[in-house]
Nanobody, 118 residues
Framework: QVQLVESGGGLVQPGGSLRLSCAAS????????MNWYRQAPGKERELVAG????????NYADSVKGRFIISRDNAKNTVFLQLNSLKPEDTAIYYC???????????WGQGTQVTVSS
């Protein structure tokens, strides 16, 4: 059974930082494309950042480029998202996603709330 468990969300002031974690079981994160999505109230879920399985290449939404960093610790089978210089518009539920393109399989975590407010 595959499980993705996010943690690290919370309330932070504008300009602050958070580090989200996604601990995986049932899959090996190094063999999957791992993504972070977010969904704000009344908006569609959007891709924030991703890291590929083969060469660890990363990609970011324009809105977070230069502020967020995605990384992977294969020994811990965990993916991280470092959120820096947070803005109120970053407020959303952040979801971890594991994607295996050739099998067209996706797994999702339950989400972690990030609230940026003074």
């Amino acid at each position: 059974q595959v499980q993705l468990v996010e943690s690290g969300g919370g309330l932070v002031q504008p300009g602050g930082s958070l580090r989200l974690s996604c601990a995986a079981s049932g899959i090996t994160v190094s063999r999957w494309t791992m993504n972070w999505y977010r969904q704000a109230p009344g908006k569609e879920r959007e891709l924030v950042a991703g890291i590929s399985s083969v060469v660890d290449s990363t990609n970011y939404a324009d809105s977070v480029k230069g502020r967020f960093i995605i990384s992977r610790d294969n020994a811990k089978n965990t993916v991280f998202l470092q959120l820096n210089s947070l803005k109120p518009e970053d407020t959303a539920i952040y979801y971890c996603n594991a994607h295996f393109d050739t099998l067209r399989v996706d797994y999702w975590g339950q989400g972690t709330q990030v609230t940026v407010s003074s």
